[in-house]
């Protein structure tokens, strides 16, 4: 087949703005990675994986508990992704729960709850940890103060982050299962849309099976997850900025970006 680097570093040179991308092989290990791979974007909802890995982190050493109640209050509301903002104050979910918002559906009420629970100033020493320096979170969700550096990730940062998960190298096993679990439900991911056999509404899937977390914020799309089909799989980062196409559609330019950025690395890493 071709080239991938060749194929991904085209697609780079067509989009309107700047794209990078990372991927791994389960199996062999390759790695392929191409445009700006090593530079900073804005996270948008990419960084909630940093948050989640926090969450089961801590629930992991006992100081936290994932089945505690938490109460929405009316203060904690925020725009952008989710249905907690629309819902009553004073309902009560457990943290498992509303990580599960923040991943499945990127609900921005459920995440800054999530952020409340683990501390805001504990997810970058936890990167930090792990050498996945380039993954920052500085502000809660629409809580950002102007003029100061946004949330942030590096895609082959964040790539790296998803491949301890699925490889069950950082936590417990279990805890990269319940991780990869809730990932596999999240909804629309942009790696769908040109695979395979991907799920329609009145049927179920046939195609590969994904995990992903996606984000965006004017100008910017991203995803970072897995693919498997057949016994091979991969693991994926892709991020984009600087988009001209500002429309909040299914056909933003930097979602087909990064749909097509999927099917490069799937063709090479397990259609080939």
């Given amino acids: 087949m071709a080239d991938p680097v060749r194929a991904l570093e085209s697609l780079a040179a067509g989009f309107s703005g700047t794209i990078g991308v990372w991927g791994r092989s389960l199996q062999t290990g390759e790695v392929i990675q191409a445009g700006a791979h ?13 948050i989640f890995y926090e969450m089961m982190r801590q629930a992991g050493e ?3 508990d994932l089945d505690e109640m938490r109460e929405l209050q009316e203060v904690e509301k925020v725009p952008g992704c989710g249905v907690l903002r629309d819902l009553t104050p004073g309902i009560r979910l457990p943290l498992r729960d509303l990580a599960t918002l923040m991943m499945t ?10 952020i409340d629970a683990v501390g805001l100033e504990s997810v970058n020493p936890a990167m930090d ?8 979170l500085r502000f809660k969700f629409f809580r ?12 082959s940062q964040l790539g790296q982050l998803m491949d301890l998960i699925v490889r069950r ?10 991780m990869l679990s809730v990932m596999k439900r ?58 001209k ?5 299914e056909d933003n330019e930097g979602v087909l970006a990064v749909g097509r950025a999927v099917e490069i690395l799937y063709r090479h890493f397990i259609a080939s």
Avoid at 38 to 50: G, H, R, Y
Avoid at 105 to 114: E, G, K, P, R, V
Avoid at 245 to 249: A, F, G, H, I, P
């Fill in 186 to 243: 999240v909804q629309s991911p942009y790696a769908a849309r040109y695979l395979p056999g991907a799920a329609q509404y009145d049927r179920l899937p046939e195609g590969p099976t994904i995990a992903a977390k996606f984000g965006s914020v004017t100008g910017c799309r991203h995803e970072v997850g897995a693919v498997w089909k057949g016994g091979r799989g991969f693991v994926y980062s892709v991020m984009t900025k600087d988009c």
């Fill in 38 to 50: 090593d530079e900073s974007f804005p996270s948008a909802s990419t960084i909630k994986l940093a």
């Fill in 62 to 64: 006992g100081r936290l």
């Fill in 105 to 114: 559906i990127s609900d921005n009420t459920a995440s800054n709850m999530c």
């Fill in 129 to 136: 940890a792990l050498g996945l320096t380039g993954l920052r």
């Fill in 144 to 155: 950002a103060l102007p003029g100061h550096p946004v949330n942030s990730a590096v895609p």
């Fill in 245 to 249: 196409d500002e429309r909040r559609v």
């Fill in 169 to 178: 190298e950082v936590l417990t096993p279990a805890a990269c299962d319940e």
